[in-house]
């Protein structure tokens, strides 16, 4: 099932499980509020369930830093805007991840990663990542890494 992600009024919806989950929810809201104003395209969500393979997009893509996540995936969402490939995919815990992927062969290629205002640093990233710091009025305060991808993956 799709989930328009409203960024007026937050809500839970497909997150309920996270033990984050309002400040979870924030994140998610962030990031429609991001496309909304930037693209004037809506966030669109969808069960992790039903979409394996974006979950497996992602999970490959990490494996460039030896990164493999136990964490349960809840939603995933995938955008294509002016040649740029969005994958998204929020886990149970209260990561976010995103890849930010241009089609184009010399285009920025990147993994993205956002922590939700009160969950632990994953040991996964313990002394590979440096985490700033944004506040947001909808997330409370976001903390995010990333690497550049060097590889090629399909689209």
Do not use: C
């Amino acid at each position: 099932m799709s989930y328009q992600v409203d960024f007026k009024t937050v809500s839970t919806i497909g997150l309920e499980t996270s033990p984050v989950a309002t400040a979870f929810a924030g994140l998610r809201a962030n990031e429609a509020r991001y496309f909304w104003n930037k693209y004037k395209i809506p966030f669109i969500t969808e069960s992790a369930s039903e979409r394996p393979d974006l979950v497996t997009r992602v999970s490959t893509i990490l494996q460039e830093r030896n990164l493999v996540l136990p964490y349960k995936p809840l939603e995933v969402a995938d955008l294509t805007i002016d040649g740029v490939r969005w994958t998204y995919v929020f886990y149970e815990n209260g990561l976010a991840i995103n890849i930010l992927y241009s089609l184009a062969d010399d285009g920025k290629r990147a993994v993205g990663f956002k922590l939700t205002d009160g969950m632990a640093v994953p040991s996964e990233f313990e002394g590979k990542f440096k985490f700033a710091h944004q506040k947001s009025k909808l997330a409370g305060i976001i903390r995010g890494s990333f690497f550049v991808i060097k590889g090629k993956y399909d689209n």
